[in-house]
């Protein structure tokens, strides 16, 4: 609720504040679920609070960029779509800055701890991630994918990439994605109360 008082709706329609957080809402939720389904996910440092937590503010970068760069970030979400890039490559096409740096400066500035701020600095440069946050790191990458090809929400980005090197490591079977998605759905009903939030 702090965040989402700390940056209200935008009124350009190029980026829409409400979905924005529902996309982040749901790769929460998402990521949840695969540390549910899958144990290789879970670690002495990993708890599913904290992936929830990861998961609302892995792309808080955004909001910053709109903030600050209004003009700059709506041109790269457009010039996303046109050309059917992702979002955080028509970012460094177009000011050679991205989300992530910037999302990774704010966690700073909030004294976030180093594995939140990780995320938000390598969700989408997974391979390059600390080897201490891999794990955390990689459940996001994949949460937000999953969350973009299921159109839940919208962040901006056109075009989802996945990293298929992280899957080994997390021990998932992206070929049956229906207990991930069932709990999911479940979760979502759960969590009506925080989308009203952002009516």
Sequence with gaps: M???????????????????????ICVGIIA???Y????????PSITKDKIH???????LGKIILENYLPEDFHSA?????????????AEWASYELAHDEIGCWLADKWRLPWDLTAVMRFHHNVLNAPEEHQ???????LA?????IQQLG????????????????????????????????EEIKKSAMLFCLLD
């Design 53 to 59: 937590l990861a998961g609302l503010l892995h792309d």
């Design 135 to 141: 794990s955390l790191v990689n459940i996001i990458h």
């Design 154 to 185: 919208d962040s901006g980005n056109p075009k989802p990439v996945y990293v298929p090197e992280i899957q080994e490591g997390l021990g998932l079977d992206l070929t049956n994605l229906t207990p991930i998605m069932e709990r999911v759905k």
């Design 77 to 89: 979400i457009k010039m996303a779509k046109r050309e059917n890039i992702s979002l955080y490559e």
């Design 36 to 43: 549910d389904c899958y144990e290789k996910t879970r670690g």
């Design 2 to 24: 702090s965040v989402f008082k700390a940056f209200p709706g935008s009124i350009k329609p190029a980026f829409k504040r409400e979905e924005f957080w529902k996309h982040s």
């Design 144 to 148: 937000d994918y999953l969350c973009l």
């Design 32 to 34: 949840s679920a695969i």
